[in-house]
């Protein structure tokens, strides 16, 4: 099994109602190569209707937000989301923008973390790296190139 977490607050999401270029074209792709999707969020259950609303919900699995977990973006979070898609830690990648993501994924022991700089010139992947994430992409299509 092949799990990919996604954090959904400005990772996937720009704003509220504005997915990040390439969403659309990422999801179906991993998808596609049998990857299970599951989707993290510090925010509410509205975080759903905003997948709905953008067209992309159907591609997860599973989406974990605050008021379905008190902790969805800690450590029992990841572990809960995990052992309901039948799930480990090393079966999983983590993909987010923020630092305390990565050292989520670490601290939980996935496999490998992606860091989404959403910026050409990596103008937000020092703290990334510093969180030891083990790729920096520069946008969401290049998740692709370092997902496997």
Do not use: W
Request: negative net charge.
């Amino acid at each position: 099994m092949r799990i990919v977490l996604f954090d959904l607050d400005h990772t996937l999401f720009a704003a509220d109602d504005v997915l990040h270029a390439g969403a659309n074209e990422l999801l179906p792709i991993l998808r596609r190569l049998d990857m299970t999707l599951i989707g993290l969020s510090s925010r509410d259950h509205k975080v759903i209707v905003r997948l709905e609303d953008a067209g992309i919900r159907h591609f997860f699995s599973e989406v974990l937000c605050s008021d379905q977990h008190r902790t969805p973006k800690e450590s029992s979070g990841v572990y809960h989301v995990l052992s309901k898609v039948g799930g480990a830690p090393h079966h999983a990648v983590l993909v987010s923008h923020a630092h305390a993501d990565i050292l989520l994924g670490k601290d939980v022991g996935v496999r490998k973390t992606i860091g989404v700089s959403h910026s050409a010139e990596h103008k937000n992947a020092h703290p990334l790296l510093d969180a030891g994430a083990d790729h920096v992409v520069a946008d969401l299509p290049s998740v692709l190139d370092v997902v496997e």
